[in-house]
């Protein structure tokens, strides 16, 4: 594998970490699971024990959630390249939210939380997705 390869495998995989969290804060649910394999796993930061599998099962899963207005930030995401094929990452991950309101913003939100995100990455017919997502949260504000 060329350096540019490696480049470009690693851009790819850190882009599909920032479009995991603008998708999330879009409630855009059909382009958030299309991020993962058809037999992607995600395990959410809130809830770091419970698998949620399968690319129909995530969309349905990620629509439960209540209506927000949530901001993601992703930070110190590096993306490990283990073969032309798949790729590890890791990123932090911190974000706020407060129910979906008419009142004008900004709204008051919750808990600032803090946590991070080990990924699994493959490369497939339809370009680099998440085979598995794993979330856990380290810190939240009161």
Request: contains cysteine.
């Amino acid at each position: 594998m060329t350096e540019l390869e490696r480049l470009c495998i690693e851009w790819a995989c850190e882009k599909i970490c920032r479009q995991f969290a603008n998708y999330s804060d879009r409630a855009d649910f059909d382009a958030l699971s299309a991020l993962f394999t058809d037999d992607g796993v995600y395990y959410r930061p809130s809830v770091p024990d419970v698998a949620i599998t399968g690319r129909e099962t995530l969309r349905t899963e990620f629509g439960k959630r209540p209506p927000l207005v949530i901001k993601h930030l992703v930070s110190n995401c590096v993306i490990d390249v283990v073969s032309p094929t798949s790729a590890r990452g890791f990123s932090y991950i911190s974000y706020i939210a407060a129910p979906k309101s008419d009142a004008a913003l900004p709204l008051v939100a919750g808990p600032l939380h803090l946590g991070e995100f080990e990924d699994r990455f493959v490369l497939t017919e339809d370009g680099w997705k998440i085979r598995e997502r794993r979330g856990r949260l380290a810190l939240k504000t009161s």
